[in-house]
């Protein structure tokens, strides 16, 4: 069975730190991996995307992706209290048949 | 702003009681998904569709879960009887998802407690 795979925290970084948010995945077969935020009674929302091996950096978010050892990071540079948030690892395992989601890390960014 | 909308936001009722959820996908996607979350499991893929036509089920107990798209802009999640481990969060979610790309957009949810 395909599953994602992450710690459930609470993850407590203090302000202006940088927070790291980890994920491993069950089969090699994947091809897509994103990072979506989750607030606290609100939907998820896509903050990043990757899809090959290295890493994408956008803003205060950098994404690691090392399909090898079938894990993907999250760095958030420079971490305010709006990051205090739940995040999601979703992984695509090919095709366009939805995403599998990690249970999701909750992120605290304490002032 | 293109958007998913989902209705209701929050339904109280009571076991054994008929819940149907509705969910209008951002024009243009089409492929649309429904997800269920709680605490204990997490976001889990109950069912989807791509151009109307259902494409996968099994996350969704058959006995009491129905899903269907009666046309592009409507799809509907029916539990029939509800149960109190029914009690979660829906998420309906669109997108366009190809080879390389998976980007889901996702409503604002349909909170549901049954008693």
């Known amino acids: 069975q395909k599953e994602v795979e992450q710690n459930s925290g609470p993850l407590s970084v203090p302000e202006g730190a940088i927070a790291s948010l980890n994920c491993t995945y069950s089969?090699?077969?994947?091809?897509?991996f994103f990072w979506y935020r989750q607030y606290s009674g609100k939907s998820p929302e896509l903050i990043m995307s990757?899809?090959?091996?290295g890493d994408k950096e956008d803003g205060r978010f950098t994404a690691q992706l090392n399909k090898a050892s079938q894990y993907v990071s999250l760095l958030i540079r420079d971490s305010q209290p709006s990051d205090s948030a739940t995040y999601l690892c979703?992984?695509?395992?090919?095709?366009?048949?939805?995403?599998?989601f990690g249970k999701g890390t909750h992120l605290i960014i304490q002032p | 702003d293109a958007r998913v909308t989902q209705t209701p936001r929050h339904k109280v009722t009571e076991m054994g009681q008929e819940v149907t959820m509705r969910c209008q996908p951002i024009?243009?996607?089409?492929?649309v998904f429904w997800y269920r979350q709680t605490m204990m499991q997490g976001l889990e893929l109950l069912a989807y569709?791509?151009?109307?036509?259902?494409?996968?089920d099994s996350g969704m107990p058959k006995d009491r879960f129905s899903a269907e798209m009666p046309d592009a802009t409507l799809a509907t999640l029916k539990i029939q009887p509800s149960e109190p481990r029914d009690s979660a969060v829906y998420f309906c979610?669109?997108?366009?998802?190809?080879?390389?790309?998976?980007?889901?957009?996702f409503g604002e949810g349909s909170r549901l407690t049954v008693l």
């Open positions: 979610a669109s997108g366009l998802p190809t080879e390389n790309t998976g980007e889901l957009f």
């Open positions: 089969d090699r077969v994947s091809q897509s």
């Open positions: 990757i899809y090959s091996n």
């Open positions: 979703a992984v695509s395992w090919g095709g366009a048949d939805g995403l599998t």
């Open positions: 024009l243009g996607h089409n492929t």
């Open positions: 569709f791509r151009n109307r036509a259902p494409l996968d």
